[in-house]
């Protein structure tokens, strides 16, 4: 029995010598264990930006693709816009190694839409649904942003809307802002230059006439009109009260640029641009700068595109010695020489008007000599502008050329000058000459890399939509990447 006992544990020693010997082999056969602190993670998103053949961005989070990653586009192209189903490694710096990316829904092609109109219908059980605005159907859902924050919109305000054209013909609302059309009140005063039963102009303002307007005075052609009213969607003013009055010698005062000049000898004609309320209307006042009108250019030239004081007295039409003219010049002080900085940038056109266009918060004054090429200008298309800087904010266009727009992927480097809790609005001041600062919207998917503060200098990728806004995909502080 013992015999057998012993002979017994000789053949187990022996198999578990085997298997010590085969169980390495099998370890090295089969796949890797996951690394510690590495887990592997499977996710579905949107593919928001394609840096290079092996880093993505989908839904906020960087992907790397690597030469064993297998891309499945069975179901469409892994272009930007798509949905894929993400399988990967997550690495220490949050980003994912994938090893298999599937397209499950190929990039979905919508046609920017952007206008303005009033609210003619709402949903009756509240925000969310089809909107009635002007002519058009707009469905506003959980992910339409409206402005101003907790606004409650009513059926006749003005519907700001920014979204996409839907096969069905309807608009798929993105960013509605909403405005009163009644809400901004403005005074302003100027020589009456014609009159009619419900609309009379008035320094060169469209003024509409109600039952309701008071009027004192009889109104003439060439007498003074102080109008008070609401500033209307196409810039006409709706008075709720008219004074008329004969011209007086009481003087004005304001600031503003002067945007032409009728002639360097004087007595000359110059249009200046107000920096002042009266801004609300936007036209170019003509003052009459005599001999007798006092020039101070001690810091520097009074030319075009230099920001000046102006003190001067109102004249009529008929008296003035140009048929244009609203003032006559009493002093003018230059506060800011002209910049006269060739520049060259892009944006989307946010407004359109005669003599200027706002593209990207800059106001580009629109000559004669402007060359537009192009498509045909409109609200919510890209302008590339080159011109020159007059002033703060102020270019005068050179040659514009009109694109449709297009979300793109914008990189640059610049300061942070404000932040807020995210998600929120960081406006980032980029490097270089062009004075403006960006409204970037930071999300929880925004990746941000080492201590970001007020005055940090950041380098920032973001997508910016066809509506202008931009949304960050990772905002980095410089000196990360140099430690």
Same mark, same amino acid.
């Given at each position: 029995m013992?015999?057998?006992l012993?002979r017994c544990?000789s053949?187990?020693v022996a198999?578990?010598?085997?298997l010590?010997?085969l169980?390495?082999?099998?370890?090295?056969?089969g796949?890797?264990?996951?690394?510690?602190g590495n887990?592997?993670?499977?996710?579905?998103?949107?593919i928001?930006?394609?840096h290079?053949?092996?880093?993505?961005?989908v839904?906020?989070?960087?992907v790397?693709?690597n030469a064993?990653?297998?891309?499945?586009?069975?179901? =469409?192209p892994?272009? @930007? +816009?798509?949905?894929?189903?993400?399988?990967g490694?997550? %690495? &220490?710096d $949050?980003s *994912?190694?994938a090893r298999?990316?599937?397209v499950?829904r190929p990039?979905?092609?919508?046609?920017p839409?952007?206008?303005a109109?009033?609210?003619?219908?709402?949903p009756?059980?509240?925000?969310?649904?089809?909107w009635?605005?002007?002519t058009?159907?707009?469905?506003v859902?959980?992910k339409?942003?409206?402005?101003?924050?907790?606004?409650?919109?009513?059926?006749?305000d003005?519907?700001?809307v920014?979204?996409?054209r839907?096969?069905?013909g309807?608009?798929d609302?993105?960013?509605?802002?909403?405005?009163?059309?009644?809400?901004?009140?403005v005074e302003?005063?100027?020589p009456i230059q014609?009159?009619?039963?419900?609309?009379?102009?008035?320094?060169?303002?469209?003024v509409i006439?109600?039952?309701?307007?008071?009027?004192? =005075?009889?109104?003439? @052609? +060439?007498?003074?009109?102080?109008v008070?009213?609401?500033? %209307? &969607?196409d $810039?006409? *003013?709706?008075?709720?009260?008219?004074?008329?009055?004969?011209?007086?010698?009481e003087?004005?005062?304001?600031?503003g640029?002067?945007?032409?000049?009728?002639?360097e000898?004087?007595?000359?004609?110059?249009?200046?641009?107000?920096?002042?309320?009266?801004?609300?209307?936007?036209?170019?006042?003509?003052?009459t700068?005599?001999?007798?009108t006092?020039i101070d250019e001690t810091?520097?030239?009074?030319d075009?595109g230099?920001?000046?004081?102006?003190?001067?007295?109102?004249v009529?039409?008929?008296?003035?010695?140009d048929?244009n003219?609203?003032?006559v010049?009493?002093r003018?002080?230059v506060?800011r020489p002209?910049?006269?900085?060739?520049?060259?940038?892009?944006?989307?056109?946010?407004?359109?008007?005669?003599?200027?266009?706002?593209v990207r918060?800059?106001?580009?004054?629109?000559?004669p000599?402007t060359?537009i090429?192009g498509?045909?200008?409109?609200v919510?298309l890209?302008a590339?502008?080159?011109?020159?800087?007059?002033?703060?904010?102020?270019?005068?266009?050179?040659?514009?050329t009109?694109?449709e727009?297009?979300?793109d992927?914008?990189?640059?480097t610049?300061?942070?000058?404000?932040?807020?809790?995210?998600p929120g609005?960081?406006k980032?001041?980029?490097?270089?000459?062009l004075?403006?600062?960006?409204?970037i919207?930071v999300t929880p998917?925004?990746?941000?890399?080492?201590p970001?503060?007020?005055?940090s200098?950041?380098?920032?990728i973001a997508?910016?939509?066809?509506?202008g806004?931009?949304v960050?995909l990772?905002?980095?502080?410089?000196?990360a990447?140099?430690?």
């Amino acid at each position: 029995m013992e015999r057998k006992l012993t002979r017994c544990l000789s053949v187990m020693v022996a198999i578990v010598a085997v298997l010590a010997l085969l169980v390495p082999t099998a370890l090295a056969e089969g796949p890797s264990p996951e690394p510690p602190g590495n887990p592997s993670v499977t996710f579905v998103g949107v593919i928001q930006a394609k840096h290079s053949a092996t880093e993505w961005v989908v839904s906020g989070v960087t992907v790397r693709l690597n030469a064993q990653t297998v891309v499945n586009q069975q179901a =469409g192209p892994a272009d @930007v +816009g798509a949905t894929v189903q993400v399988v990967g490694v997550r %690495q &220490p710096d $949050r980003s *994912v190694l994938a090893r298999v990316i599937k397209v499950l829904r190929p990039p979905i092609q919508l046609r920017p839409v952007h206008f303005a109109a009033p609210i003619v219908a709402l949903p009756p059980d509240g925000v969310l649904g089809e909107w009635t605005v002007g002519t058009e159907t707009v469905v506003v859902s959980d992910k339409t942003r409206l402005l101003p924050d907790g606004v409650v919109p009513a059926v006749g305000d003005i519907a700001d809307v920014t979204g996409f054209r839907t096969s069905d013909g309807k608009v798929d609302a993105r960013l509605i802002l909403i405005r009163r059309p009644s809400q901004v009140e403005v005074e302003f005063f100027g020589p009456i230059q014609s009159i009619g039963e419900t609309e009379w102009t008035v320094r060169n303002v469209r003024v509409i006439i109600t039952a309701t307007t008071e009027i004192i =005075g009889t109104p003439q @052609v +060439g007498l003074i009109a102080e109008v008070k009213g609401f500033l %209307q &969607p196409d $810039r006409s *003013v709706v008075a709720t009260r008219i004074r008329v009055r004969e011209p007086q010698s009481e003087p004005v005062s304001f600031q503003g640029i002067i945007v032409s000049k009728s002639g360097e000898e004087l007595p000359a004609v110059w249009g200046i641009r107000p920096l002042t309320s009266t801004d609300l209307l936007p036209s170019v006042i003509s003052v009459t700068v005599t001999v007798s009108t006092t020039i101070d250019e001690t810091k520097g030239p009074a030319d075009v595109g230099a920001l000046v004081h102006v003190v001067a007295v109102p004249v009529s039409v008929s008296s003035a010695a140009d048929a244009n003219a609203v003032l006559v010049a009493q002093r003018i002080k230059v506060l800011r020489p002209p910049l006269n900085q060739e520049i060259t940038f892009a944006g989307r056109i946010d407004e359109i008007h005669d003599d200027y266009w706002i593209v990207r918060g800059i106001r580009v004054l629109i000559t004669p000599e402007t060359v537009i090429d192009g498509l045909p200008p409109a609200v919510g298309l890209m302008a590339e502008v080159t011109g020159t800087l007059r002033t703060e904010r102020v270019v005068e266009a050179r040659h514009i050329t009109v694109r449709e727009a297009v979300p793109d992927i914008m990189d640059f480097t610049g300061r942070v000058v404000q932040k807020s809790p995210i998600p929120g609005t960081w406006k980032i001041a980029p490097d270089g000459t062009l004075p403006v600062i960006y409204d970037i919207w930071v999300t929880p998917w925004t990746v941000i890399v080492g201590p970001v503060e007020v005055g940090s200098h950041v380098r920032v990728i973001a997508i910016r939509s066809v509506s202008g806004h931009m949304v960050a995909l990772k905002i980095q502080d410089i000196r990360a990447t140099t430690e």
